[in-house]
């Protein structure tokens, strides 16, 4: 993965953390064929305008925008994404709308848990097993929320 210089805005995460937007989707990681992280989003309602990679210390956090709103399947290069490589902490990301209408999560995830990621293949919640991380297809991972989709009705 490429190495880029980190945006770090302290304290800003706790806002966020601590809102209750509905889920309305989910988002997991993958690589793109440059070799960058790409988070892709599956929603199943509303929409989401961005995405936001935190960590648990909650002194990193960085911030990209969809160029469109995503109501259904959206895939967006996280560009200039810097991880600690060395530290092997734990990091957390989620989709959200401007609005706080919608949100989308992805799994807890550490660098090592990217690195053997080809294209095509994400790193994801897996719905029938508890929701533990797993690696799929992308297109494994559409019909998955898609399924769960369900319990958004109404």
């Given at each position: ?22 889920e ?16 892709v989003v ?5 929409a ?20 469109e709103p ?6 967006l ?18 989709a ?15 660098v ?43």
């Open positions: 993965m490429k190495s880029f210089a980190p945006v770090i805005v302290g304290g800003a995460i706790l806002t966020l953390v601590g809102c209750s937007v509905p309305r989707g989910d988002l997991a990681y993958g690589i793109d064929d440059a070799g960058d992280v790409v988070a599956q929603m199943c309602k509303d989401v305008d961005a995405v936001i990679v935190y960590n648990s210390k909650e002194d990193f956090q960085m911030r990209w925008t969809f160029a995503v109501t259904d399947f959206g895939t290069t996280l560009e200039n994404l810097d991880f600690d490589l060395q530290s092997g902490a734990p990091y957390s990301a989620f959200g709308s401007s609005d706080n209408t919608a949100s989308a999560r992805g799994p807890e995830f550490r090592s848990d990217l690195v053997g990621l080809t294209p095509g293949e994400v790193y994801a919640r897996d719905s029938s097993n508890g929701y533990e991380p797993a690696v799929m297809t992308v297109g494994e991972f559409q019909e998955m929320v898609r399924r769960d989709c369900a319990q958004f009705a109404g």
